[in-house]
């Protein structure tokens, strides 16, 4: 890959600016969810080892410019320090003679945490004199925000190009994730892509027919698909009006040598609820009254057996009402399977977005797939071949 990691920056006495992403939830003054803080720590421990003095910037919810005290980072200190297991100082400010003078007490063994990047209105501009005056701070430019690097923003993108810049643990890790998924990947390759609207995923279905060998589609996208192939849906959540669309995608998969997996048969209730009566019929049996919730065990049959086949996955959307039991029981059962071939070797398992992180939590399945992404959007724009400004700043 065309760019650098921590291995190969010179880090002893250095202050390094590191664009991290510790957007957590917060009640009341205390961090619910730690999990984004935890993956920074590598990152950080690394640069202290080394002899390096981190200082972390980040933003923190949507202040929209405004000095918003509620969304101050101030509050995540004491979750830092027990983290990173060393002192975390805090400057009220991410420039200026504050943040200047916060970088100079710095002591080795310590860590500076400085102020929500977005209560400036021109971080989110990209603005380059804010980057300037970042830069300023460092003598070496970390970017561990894998989730952040779809935006161009100051501290993404214009502060990268300003330093020696490299990647950080968890954006490496994220990287050669990706990179193995799509880039390079061991053939077959198979993609999950399940959720509610095709509308929402025509680029990154566009993008994956011509780079995979199986697409399989599921939740209330697989509708749709089964609207354009003739198939009476019933009530089931689906876009009628993208049925063309769904149609040239299916033609040109198989122009392409993709071969799409739509469900076989289907498991169908007449109300959108936990444990609400329902029965499994083949997927042209939809009553008028039916509401499709779930694929089958024969389409789960298929699904496996195609995991079985492959030598790559990536993973992003559930393949029914998840949330509801027990129309959760077609992700959970695909799920568990991909994490068996994962564990004995056989295959390499990528996923991410919000709803398949929480499907693959809830099955069990997650901690034997080999990468799991937080990263939300920029995961999904990675993977319709989107070029990110953040990764593509440290490509310099």
């Known amino acids: 890959m065309s760019w650098k990691t921590l291995d190969d920056m010179d880090l002893g006495g250095k202050r390094v600016l590191v664009r991290v992403d510790i957007n957590v939830p917060v009640v009341d003054g205390t961090v619910t969810d730690a999990t984004r803080i ?23 919810g949507r202040p929209g410019g405004e000095r918003r005290e509620n969304l101050s980072l101030k509050q995540l200190v004491p979750t830092l320090e027990g983290a990173f297991g060393a002192p975390v100082l805090f400057a009220a400010d991410c420039v200026g003679t504050e943040a200047e003078l916060a970088t100079e007490a710095l002591q080795p063994g310590q ?13 989110t501009k990209n603005d380059a004199d804010l980057a300037a005056g970042m830069a300023k701070l460092g003598d070496v430019y970390c970017n561990d925000a894998f989730s952040a690097a779809h935006r161009a923003h100051s501290s993404t993108e214009a502060l990268a190009r300003l330093l020696p810049a490299c990647a950080g643990r968890l954006m490496q890790a994220e990287l050669e994730a990706l ?61 009628r009006d993208m049925q063309g669309t769904a149609a ?14 739509l469900p076989k048969d289907i498991v169908v209730a007449q109300k959108f609820e936990a444990h609400a009566p329902h029965q499994t019929l083949p997927t042209d049996q ?82 034997d ?6 990263a939300g959007g920029a995961f999904l724009e990675w993977m319709e071949g989107k070029t990110l400004p953040g990764v593509a700043a440290l490509e310099q």
């Open 179 to 239: 990179e193995g998924a799509l880039g390079a990947p061991k053939r077959p390759v198979t993609a999950v892509v399940g959720g509610a609207k095709v509308s929402t995923k025509l680029e990154l279905l566009g993008n994956l027919i011509n780079k995979v060998d199986y697409l399989v589609i599921g939740g209330g996208m697989a509708n749709t698909f089964l609207v354009a192939q003739g198939i009476n849906v019933g009530k089931s959540l689906a876009e």
């Open 369 to 374: 797939f080999s990468y799991i992404s937080t």
């Open 111 to 123: 860590v500076l945490l400085l102020e929500n990047t977005r209560f400036h209105a021109a971080e």
């Open 248 to 261: 040239e995608i299916l033609a040109k998969a198989e122009n392409s040598g993709c071969t799409i997996v």
């Open 38 to 60: 935890e993956r920074i720590v590598p990152t950080v421990r690394h640069i202290l080892a080394a002899g390096g003095k981190p200082i972390l910037l980040a933003h923190f």
């Open 286 to 367: 939809c009553p008028e009254d039916g509401m499709i919730l779930d694929a089958g065990p024969e389409s789960v049959a298929v699904i496996t057996d195609i995991f079985s086949k492959s030598q790559t996955l990536i993973w992003n959307g559930p393949l029914g009402a998840f949330e509801l039991e027990p129309f959760d029981a077609a992700t959970n059962a695909a799920a568990l399977k991909a994490a068996d071939l994962t564990r004995s070797g056989q295959l390499v398992s990528v996923a991410g977005g919000g709803d398949t992180v929480a499907a693959l939590n809830a099955s069990g399945a997650a901690h």
